[in-house]
């Protein structure tokens, strides 16, 4: 019976935690669209590209892209060949009379050998090797933008779609403390080249929040027969707190490290994205199996 005593207090403390804990939370409530578990913020695009979050007539909207003129445009009522749009693989955005709309690519992009023609073809042209013409931005970085100008602009959106955002809007734990990388951090920043950037913030805090930047450059390997090998250089640098510096842990947690030996990745497709799972539900699943083995005992020591 001990056992069960002590695995019901375990659950009412957590639920306890749950309901209001003595630390400060971060809050990350951010708007957007009902889509899934995790939701789309507004004005994003869902990483396979069916589904753009909009906001009209002030209400948030979720796009089907195929099907809901506007969608694939971000929400433009025309569409501007080269500007990155949202469509699923082997689509692309094309004006129609109802607004623009994602329509099946007819050819290769890889074909196209001239701008007019990749951009005509629905495709994105990239200044990379003299220019190469290609279905979907995802297999670069913001290291393919030359100057300041153009990584900010980010054309291409690679701060939240190129390589190395996998991780934002993610959240880990490490050593019994919770982060997380918020999507809507995720950008490129120029620093004498442009790089990829974003935030990794301490969930909870006892009023100093702990927070760094990670600042990522790639070495990004030819995609041959689906595959690429991915190098990367990663700078931390504190926001706030980490009095004693950032933890190794955390900075392996977060992918903030050095990886002069190479991951392979899936290219020539867009990132798809785990589900999240968030602290709160974590925290209410532990109770309830809490809840559960504390139950099971108490019929164990009745029978």
């Known amino acids: 019976m001990k056992k069960g005593l002590l695995i019901l207090l375990v659950g009412i403390f957590i639920v306890n935690i749950v309901n209001g804990a003595s630390e400060t939370e971060s809050n990350f409530t951010i708007s957007g669209c009902n889509f899934g578990e995790t ?5 994003s695009c869902s990483p396979n590209g069916d589904y753009f979050c909009g906001y009209k007539d002030d209400n948030y909207i979720l796009y089907d892209t195929i099907y809901d003129p506007t ?44 701008q007019s023609d990749c951009e005509d073809m629905g495709c994105y042209w990239l200044l990379v090797d003299g220019g190469i013409c290609v279905e979907s931005p995802s297999d670069y970085s913001c290291d393919i933008y030359p100057n300041q100008e153009t990584c900010t602009e980010d054309r291409f959106g690679l701060g939240q779609r190129g390589i190395g955002t996998e991780i934002c809007g993610t959240y880990f734990t490490t050593d019994g403390t919770g982060y997380v990388i918020p999507f809507e951090s995720c950008r490129c920043e120029w620093d004498s080249v442009c790089r990829l950037a974003y935030d990794i913030v301490e969930e909870f805090n006892n009023g100093t929040e702990n927070s760094f930047e990670c600042i990522k450059s790639f ?42 030996i190479g991951a392979e990745r899936e290219c020539g497709m867009p990132i798809l994205k785990l589900l999240g799972f968030s602290l709160l539900s974590f925290l209410i699943s532990l109770g309830i199996v809490s809840l559960f083995y504390f139950i099971r005992e108490l019929k164990n020591q009745y029978d």
């Open 39 to 43: 939701g789309l913020i507004n004005g």
């Open 71 to 114: 969608g694939c445009s971000y929400g433009a009522t025309t569409y501007t060949p080269g500007q990155l749009f949202c469509c699923p693989v082997e689509y692309f955005c094309e004006n129609d009379a109802e607004g623009p709309i994602c329509n099946l690519r007819e050819g290769l992009c890889a074909d196209q050998l001239t």
């Open 219 to 260: 070495d990004i390997g030819e995609c041959i027969d689906g595959i690429q090998l991915i190098k990367w250089n990663a700078t931390p640098q504190i926001i706030s707190g980490y009095a004693s510096g950032i933890p190794l842990s955390v900075l392996e947690a977060a992918n903030c490290v050095d990886n002069a």
